[in-house]
């Protein structure tokens, strides 16, 4: 027999994740749980790629007793299988307070995340 390695995933989508991180952490404290993802990505052979860190902004409404949070965006690409690992990891992780994960169009790979707006008075 040949020398068995793990299986790489057939299909590496391209996703966007925007993470609300806790406001309790520091900056430093949120840029830890950032990089706890882009480890998970890499370790089961994704590519993380862009982050833009938007900061600590007003919530739409209240979240567990909190009005604001730390906003992050990554694009990253993984296979199915990891998706679905980190989804529950981001599910299950209190410095999380809410995530949503997409898969980008083919059309949209490798373009420059937005830039934050500013919200009007």
């Known amino acids: 027999m ?16 925007m993470l609300i991180v806790i406001p309790e952490l520091d900056e ?7 990089s706890r993802f882009r480890t998970i990505i890499e ?4 590519e993380p790629r862009d982050t833009n860190h938007w900061g ?4 739409a409404y209240e979240i567990d007793n909190r009005t604001d949070g730390y906003y992050v965006v990554m ?4 296979g199915e299988r990891t998706l679905v690992e980190l989804k529950r990891i981001l599910r299950v992780s209190d410095d999380v307070l809410r995530h949503m994960v997409v898969k ?4 949209y790979a ?9 919200a009007a008075s």
């Not at 600590?56 to 919530?59: E, Y």
């Not at 694009?75 to 993984?78: D, I, K, L, S, W």
């Not at 490798?110 to 500013?118: G, I, N, S, Y």
């Open 2 to 17: 040949g020398s068995r390695k793990r299986p790489e995933e057939a299909n590496l989508d391209v996703y966007e994740a």
């Open 75 to 78: 694009e990253f690409t993984v």
């Open 28 to 34: 430093e404290q949120a840029e830890n749980t950032i």
């Open 43 to 46: 370790r089961t052979g994704g």
């Open 56 to 59: 600590r902004r007003k919530l």
């Open 110 to 118: 490798r373009r420059p995340l937005p830039e934050p707006v500013e």
């Open 104 to 107: 980008l169009p083919p059309t």
